[in-house]
């Protein structure tokens, strides 16, 4: 989260790099690659880039090692750390990204250099992107390639539950992308890097707590139905493997398809006394509503097509506002 306020003061051609010796010096530098605008993007944010992208390649190797020894200790660790990384991307390198540079008086000095706020704009934000979507995707592949040990093993590894669902696919791309995002733009509204972060803290855990209660709507709910009964567990095992049966007991079904809650002859005293209840009523089996695993995928893609809507959104809202406000 360095700021350009503390690199050397330099002419317009040295700041914007026009020459290759001049973009590729000092520490942190990535030669013949960033040039310009781009160098000193990377320069002045470099040490939260090489934080995000190291714990990348660390979280990583230790998945790979974990998988390739088949052990399962630290699933449970690695997923809830996986979970966190959208709000700790939006607080520690999305509210600052900007928030700094308005604070500290190097949004001024930027835009007297003969840079265009729109050129900063989207030179800042899509290396930024760069590095979210570069580390989220190693982690998301690294996971994901995990998990397939396990995904047989749904009372351990349930695929609907956000150590899952959020962690593989495209949710974490988008989840993070949306919460730096975000974040950039609470930085800049607020222009003050502390206050930001703390409200993109709250921001990032709201949009985590609304994911999570809006996931299961993602898919299209399937019913089965039995007709053996329902006296006995196995009467309500008609559902396919990996399939995630909602919330809730299933209702009764009777003989003529119409839905009786559960609590149907629960006032009976003896189980023979709630059978005969239950037949008088003429309950036939039950009504299950499940997710099939098979459609994991395609609500991963469209929940993640929705976050990044709204991250497109954001952007929107980023250069109408940073083309005026931004200084």
Not at 2 to 13: E, K, M, Q, R, V
Not at 39 to 55: D, M, P, S
Not at 101 to 120: C, F, H, I, P, Y
Not at 288 to 301: A, C, E, K, R, T
Request: hydrophobic share 50%; net charge positive.
């Amino acid at each position: 989260m360095s700021s350009l306020a503390g690199t050397p003061t330099t002419t317009g051609s040295e700041a914007t790099g026009s020459t290759g010796s001049r973009g590729t010096t000092g520490s942190g530098q990535l030669p013949q690659l960033l040039k310009g605008m781009w160098w000193l993007a990377w320069r002045q944010h470099r040490a939260v880039f090489w934080t995000v992208l190291g714990a990348c390649a660390l979280a990583v190797a230790f998945i790979v090692f974990q998988r390739s020894q088949l052990h399962v200790s630290g699933y449970a660790s690695v997923s809830t750390g996986l979970r966190l990384m959208p709000i700790l991307l939006g607080v520690l390198l999305g509210a600052p990204l900007f928030a700094g540079d308005l604070e500290n008086g190097t949004a001024k000095l930027v835009v007297t250099q003969s840079v265009d706020r729109t050129r900063w704009l989207t030179t800042k934000l899509a290396l930024t992107a760069l590095v979210v979507v570069v580390s989220t995707v190693a982690l998301s592949a690294a996971f994901g390639w995990w998990w397939n040990l396990y995904k047989s093993e749904v009372t351990a590894y349930e695929w609907t539950s956000e150590s899952t669902f959020n962690n593989t696919g495209p949710v974490p791309v988008a989840l993070a992308l949306f919460c730096v995002f975000g974040g950039v733009a609470i930085g800049v509204v607020l222009r003050r890097t502390l206050i930001a972060m703390v409200v993109t803290l709250g921001f990032t855990v709201l949009v985590q707590l609304v994911w999570s209660h809006f996931l299961l709507s993602l898919g299209n709910v399937v019913t089965a139905t039995t007709s053996n009964g329902v006296m006995t567990e196995a009467a309500i095992q008609a559902l396919p493997t990996g399939a995630y049966q909602m919330d809730g007991q299933p209702p009764y079904l009777t003989g003529d398809g119409k839905l009786l809650g559960w609590g149907t002859c629960a006032d009976a005293q003896t189980a023979q006394a709630q059978e005969a209840c239950l037949r008088k009523a003429d309950v036939v089996g039950w009504s299950v509503d499940y997710l099939p695993i098979s459609q994991m995928n395609g609500m991963q893609w469209l929940g993640a097509s929705i976050l990044l809507a709204l991250t497109a959104a954001v952007t929107v809202f980023l250069f109408f506002w940073g083309r005026k406000r931004l200084t």
